[in-house]
């Protein structure tokens, strides 16, 4: 019997992912240094992400229609004292169900992710910029360092030079 179509496949390659199964691990287990290679993650993040938002609005409608169905038939078979086999469409419900849990988890995840990533690189940006406004600092103190020593050479040679005058005007 065929209640509004078979369930979607409970496995990784319904809902395509560019992370491994080991990645995953790794990720779950918070393994990685991120901080390593972090654009590339982040880009990487972002494209799983999309794969899975993709996924569920592509397979919603069905999957609705599907879990909609099932319901239906599962009370009609309890209501027919069918139990046993109301039991195994009621299993196919629930993993069903577990199944959609994690790839609701995956997304929370990467958007978590990729929102650290982000506080990450404003961070960093914010780093730079003051480390840029530092140097800037430091050689504007050092091009003002220069200016007054020019100024004070001037000032002394204008002044050996008055001195010079003065005592030439002296001696004549």
């Avoid at 609705?64 to 139990?83: A, G, K, M």
């Avoid at 990729?114 to 504007?140: A, P, Y």
Wanted: hydrophobic share 30%.
């Amino acid at each position: 019997m065929n209640f509004g179509g078979a369930p979607p496949p409970l496995d990784d390659q319904y809902c395509a992912s560019i992370l491994t199964e080991a990645v995953w691990k790794q990720i779950e287990k918070k393994e990685i240094d991120y901080r390593k290679d972090l654009s590339g993650w982040r880009h990487k993040f972002e494209a799983e992400k999309d794969i899975v938002e993709e996924f569920a609005v592509r397979t919603e409608p069905r999957l609705r229609q599907w879990c909609e169905d099932t319901d239906f038939t599962i009370r009609l078979l309890r209501s027919c004292n069918e139990l046993a086999l109301a039991q195994f469409y009621q299993d196919q419900l629930n993993e069903q169900a577990v199944y959609m849990q994690k790839v609701d988890h995956r997304r929370d995840i990467l958007v978590a992710y990729i929102h650290q990533f982000s506080q990450w690189v404003l961070e960093e940006e914010s780093e730079k910029k003051k480390n840029e406004e530092k140097e800037e600092k430091i050689e504007s103190r050092k091009k003002e360092d220069e200016r007054e020593k020019l100024t004070e050479i001037e000032k002394k040679k204008e002044s050996d030079e008055t001195k010079d005058t003065s005592t030439i005007e002296l001696k004549l």
